[in-house]
């Protein structure tokens, strides 16, 4: 069993709607990212926060807005998504971001944009 | 550079048989080779990782080959069962700093009774 929880695991929204993807994790680690993946693709990073800061955002546009409350949890917050944003979201954590491997991934939000 | 190569897209075996899915990468400062399978609607898990010191890696029915010098490494599954199909990420990561992991395209594995 995944040790990364993610709600919802599905979403359906208008392009006009304002919605937000939650993630949480326990295993203490200190750095948390969020992934897209397309069907019959592999991950894209979206975003890395490290020690509750955004470290890495990977040129995602700004209707994508991710928040790190406290060290457990990750939002996305989504605004004024285009239909060709429908994907699978992957919340995802590791030990620290320059330290340990190992990526754990959540079991995903799947998102449909109508 | 960056790129990891995935091979094959798609991969159907017999229940009982051995599935080899392989990858091959350029970044020789690659020193972390995690496989992840991924299950139709679920989040992708870690399987099985290696490091480049080591030339083989086995747990259970799943092993990593590692060929450092021609720069490609391998995931067999032996004794394959119909509850493996699920597609295959090979991925690898490069030390110092923050390095992103690099996922290969993926391979779609059924195993047919």
């Known amino acids: 069993d995944t040790e990364v929880t993610q709600t919802p695991k599905h979403l359906v929204m208008g392009m006009t709607n304002k919605k937000s993807l939650k993630c949480e994790q326990h295993?203490?680690?200190?750095?948390m990212y969020w992934y897209k993946q397309k069907a019959k693709k592999p991950p894209e990073l979206m975003f890395v926060?490290?020690?509750?800061?955004?470290?890495i955002n990977e040129s995602v546009p700004s209707r994508f807005s991710p928040e790190c409350p406290n060290s457990s949890l990750l939002n996305l917050h989504l605004h004024a998504l285009q239909p060709e944003d429908s994907a699978l979201y992957l919340c995802?954590?590791?030990?620290?971001?320059?330290?340990?491997?190992?990526?754990?991934f959540g079991e995903g939000s799947w998102l449909t944009v109508v | 550079q960056q790129q990891v190569k995935q091979s094959p897209q798609s991969l159907i075996v017999q229940k009982g048989g051995i599935s080899i899915i392989n990858c091959a990468y350029e970044?020789?400062?690659?020193?972390?080779f995690p496989w992840y399978q991924q299950f139709p609607g679920k989040g992708p898990a870690l399987l099985i990782a290696?490091?480049?010191?080591?030339s083989e890696k086995k747990e259970g029915r799943f092993t990593i080959s590692f060929n450092k010098s021609a720069k490609q490494f391998s995931l067999h599954i032996m004794d394959s069962q119909p509850g493996d199909s699920a597609t295959y990420f090979c991925?690898?990561?490069?030390?110092?700093?923050?390095?992103?992991?690099?996922f290969g395209t993926g391979t779609k594995l059924q195993v047919i009774p």
């Open positions: 995802a954590s590791s030990q620290e971001l320059t330290l340990g491997n190992t990526i754990y």
């Open positions: 295993m203490g680690h200190r750095a």
């Open positions: 970044n020789t400062a690659f020193d972390y």
């Open positions: 926060y490290s020690y509750e800061k955004l470290s």
């Open positions: 991925a690898a990561k490069a030390p110092g700093g923050y390095q992103k992991v690099t």
């Open positions: 290696i490091r480049p010191d080591v």
